[in-house]
């Protein structure tokens, strides 16, 4: 049986943090080395596209924490209920967490009994630590895409992800951009956030990495021009509270994130204008 729990109590440790949803975020990027692990040595799974956050996170050092595991289906082969029963199984008899695996339409989440024991849950609150796993199965706005082979050595786990290039996953994000509707809200139901600052902070790291996007997954734009009035535009829209509310749970350095908050929006400005 692996023993993930020492690894999970050694690494909050090392937190100086005081933040307890920072801290689960600890935990659920470490613990999603273990599913990426079980999915791509896995012959029913090792397909999966991984992208999004999570994705550079692993993959590229994005310098922030990540919340979600995001794959797309090309094949359209994976039964979502049998992967959620395989990880739980995977969890339950090959470690020393305990977990329940629950699917809702594309999604399955993973319930890991973990926040009371590591003393991160407020009295009250669960004791569960909620992990989304989501499998798409539409990617039918890009067909001209590359999949690379991406190595990844963590937590003593040697893994080959399968991803999109960085043009194409660049693009998935703009498009999160253009056509994602979110908000956050605090446990007295006031919104605190309008816009995914995450989304902006990677768009940041896309740029400052002198990324230029798949403008063939764009459709919505016709040439790079276009594409960047409408990118400024939605930049423009953004609220700097929405970004930091958004960015805390994922960001520990609190003076850094009040400082990039307020200027998040004139860096990317600036570096939108230098795509070519």
């Known amino acids: 049986m692996e023993e993930i729990k020492p690894f999970l109590r050694d690494l909050l440790s090392k937190d100086r943090s005081n933040n307890k949803i920072f801290k689960r975020n600890i935990l659920k990027e470490s613990l999603q080395v273990w599913v990426l692990d079980y999915i791509y040595s896995h012959k029913d799974y090792n397909q999966l596209i991984f992208y ?3 994705c550079l996170a692993h993959c590229y050092s994005l310098p922030r ?13 994976i039964n979502l209920s049998k992967l959620a029963e395989d990880l739980e199984k995977y969890f339950n008899e090959e470690t020393d967490i305990k977990v329940k695996a629950i699917v809702q339409k594309f999604r399955i989440y993973l319930k890991f009994l ?13 004791d569960l ?26 937590v003593n786990h040697s893994i080959l992800i399968k991803s999109f290039d960085l043009e194409t996953l660049m693009a998935t994000k703009v498009r999160a951009i253009f056509f994602r509707k979110w908000e956050k809200t605090d446990k007295k139901g ?18 400052e990495k002198e990324i230029k996007p798949n403008i063939k997954c764009l459709k919505e734009v016709k040439n790079i021009e276009e594409l960047k009035e409408k990118l400024k ?14 960015l805390e749970a994922f960001v520990e350095d609190r003076k850094f994130l009040k400082e990039l908050s307020i200027n998040l929006k004139d860096i990317l400005i600036r570096d939108v204008d230098k795509l070519k």
Do not use: H, Q
Request: aromatic share 14%.
């Open 52 to 54: 999004g956050g999570s």
């Open 114 to 126: 973990l926040l009371g024991e590591f003393g991160i849950a407020d009295r009250g609150e669960s």
């Open 129 to 154: 630590l909620f992990l989304k796993v989501e499998i798409f199965k539409e990617f039918n706005f890009c067909s001209d895409f590359k999949i690379e082979i991406i190595p990844l050595f963590k």
């Open 233 to 246: 535009d939605s930049i423009k829209k953004a609220d700097s509270r929405s970004i930091y509310n958004d």
């Open 190 to 207: 006031k919104t605190v956030a309008k816009v995914k600052g995450r989304d902006y902070f990677d768009l940041m790291w896309y740029l």
């Open 65 to 77: 924490l990540s919340e979600d595991l995001d794959f797309v289906d090309l094949k359209n082969k």
